[in-house]
């Protein structure tokens, strides 16, 4: 079995001010994808960043980026410059190859950015 | 691309009585998964589509529910006799190509509430 476990369920930080949410997982196969997805109030959860376990590279996008740790099974999601607009739930999903073909998500975080 | 369109937005109804929800998928998308969401938690994997044919079923997916996607477009999500338990955010994600590592796109969700 598969899970995912986000240990923050709330933070809030002032504009313009970076920001870590924190995921750890487990798994026990090799081949996985990692998954930071947005869920903003009352609107459509959006994919923010994908990590393949196989690339020791972090992924980034834009602003967003990752602190992929893989013996320690942490996958972290670092905000910078954070914006009104990155106010949201935010969750962790872990897709494993050998698994059945599914996300498992963990609980979320919910981030208010401060004005 | 016009994204994923679920609908109703919202079902009010009686226990016991059956509920359809529906959703479109972006046209070129092969894959479509159904979730289910309640309040504090993520989305929980419920089934998901190839095409036209259902491969996987969780087993949260007891046997008062079924889906179907005919003809590999739209896909119907069925609740019978549905049970207090029942009530939470059903969500549709579409997807491109094999594996549910590919992004996935998500629709606002069906918010299911049983009186």
């Known amino acids: 079995a598969q899970t995912v476990t986000q240990s923050q369920p709330e933070m809030s930080v002032q504009e313009a001010e970076t920001v870590t949410l924190s995921c750890t997982y487990d798994?026990?196969?090799?081949?996985?994808?990692l998954f930071w997805y947005k869920q903003p109030p009352s609107r459509q959860m959006i994919l923010v960043i994908r990590?393949?376990?196989?690339?020791?590279q972090n992924a980034t996008e834009n602003r967003f980026s990752v602190n992929f740790q893989k013996a320690a099974k942490s996958f972290s999601l670092k905000i910078s410059d954070s914006q009104l607009g990155d106010t949201a739930m935010y969750f962790c999903?872990?897709?494993?190859?050998?698994?059945?073909?599914?996300?498992?998500f963990g609980t979320g975080t919910r981030l208010t950015i401060i004005p | 691309d016009t994204g994923v369109s679920q609908n109703p937005r919202h079902k009010i109804t009686k226990r016991g009585q059956n509920v359809t929800f529906r959703c479109d998928p972006i046209?070129?998308?092969?894959?479509l998964y159904w979730y289910r969401q309640t309040l504090g938690q993520g989305p929980e994997f419920l089934t998901y589509?190839?095409?036209?044919?259902?491969?996987?079923k969780s087993r949260l997916l007891s046997d008062r529910f079924s889906a179907e996607r005919p003809k590999g477009s739209f896909s119907t999500l069925e609740i019978q006799r549905t049970e207090q338990g029942d009530s939470a955010m059903y969500l549709c994600?579409?997807?491109?190509?094999?594996?549910?590592?590919?992004?996935?796109?998500f629709g606002d969700g069906t918010r299911l509430s049983i009186l």
């Open positions: 994600a579409s997807s491109y190509g094999q594996g549910a590592y590919q992004p996935q796109h």
């Open positions: 990590q393949e376990a196989y690339k020791q």
């Open positions: 999903a872990l897709y494993s190859y050998f698994g059945n073909e599914k996300l498992t």
């Open positions: 798994t026990s196969e090799n081949n996985y994808y």
């Open positions: 046209s070129e998308h092969n894959r």
């Open positions: 589509f190839q095409n036209e044919a259902q491969l996987e």
